[in-house]
């Protein structure tokens, strides 16, 4: 019977031909999960690592390690495979083991990784994207954790529209490098803001635009999350307590 690992060989089959090893990286986290969820886990990586590499020859090696032969990653695929969530570190292959036999010795250490876990397309999270620095650190953290995230970004009337959305696309092009795929939505509030300017007292049109702001992403999410085994529960911010208006003490009391 034929087998995907064999091939003929006169008129006997033989174990195919091995290529050579290049990278051998270590899993993260995993012992956290029973087997099967391990397995599953290990295979979305191996997945991702495929797409970074443009390399369909990356496999199991053991129990807790993953290689890469054939071809050298080049060193923009290897920084993208340092930020890849699920990945502990990543060694080169030893040049000339005694005997290749799959058991995943490795050589010397390029760089460490992400760490976390991979990334699984049913945990769904939203990013409120701002635009700033700490929304995506959150998104990617969440991602570490293994959320796959989109974003929604609130325009409004005080911002230049079309540079706010080339950079807030920029932004996403560059997160998703990291899982593959991601969507960015835009909601105007501007006839929120109108009101909102109109009735409610300045010191308090901050948090009323937060909470809007929630509100409406949180209707984004529930309608964005079929197949989500959480049902577009997770929502993601990039909050600093204290460092602008909507998050200071006196604000967040009143």
């Not at 129990?63 to 032969?69: F, G, H, Q, T, V």
């Amino acid at each position: 019977k034929e087998s995907p690992k064999h091939f003929w060989m006169g008129p006997r089959m033989v174990p195919a031909p091995r290529t050579e090893q290049m990278i051998i990286v270590s899993i993260a986290e995993l012992f956290l999960k029973n087997m099967a969820h391990q397995r599953r886990l290990i295979q979305h990586l191996m997945q991702c690592m495929r797409r970074v590499c443009d390399n369909p020859e990356v496999g199991a090696c053991g129990n807790a390690l993953i290689e890469i032969r054939t071809v050298m990653p080049t060193e923009a695929q290897l920084k993208i495979l340092s930020l890849l969530p699920g990945i502990g570190k990543i060694y080169r292959a030893i040049e000339k083991p005694k005997a290749d036999d799959g058991s995943g010795k490795t050589g010397a250490v390029i760089c460490d990784g992400a760490g976390g876990m991979p990334i699984l397309r049913e945990q769904s999270a939203l990013c409120l994207l701002s635009g700033g620095i700490d929304s995506p650190v959150a998104a990617y953290r969440m991602m570490n954790r293994g959320c796959h995230v989109n974003c929604v970004h609130f325009l409004n009337s005080t911002n230049d529209t079309a540079a706010v959305m080339d950079k807030n696309r920029l932004i996403c092009q560059q997160l998703s490098r990291i899982q593959g795929h991601m969507t960015l939505r835009y909601v105007d509030i501007q006839a929120i803001q109108t009101q909102i300017v109109a009735n409610v007292p300045n010191h308090n049109r901050t948090l009323v635009y937060k909470w809007f702001m929630l509100a409406l992403a949180s209707c984004v999410a529930k309608q964005t999350s079929v197949g989500s085994v959480n049902g577009g529960k997770i929502l993601v911010v990039g909050d600093s307590l204290g460092q602008v208006a909507s998050q200071t003490i006196d604000n967040l009391s009143t």
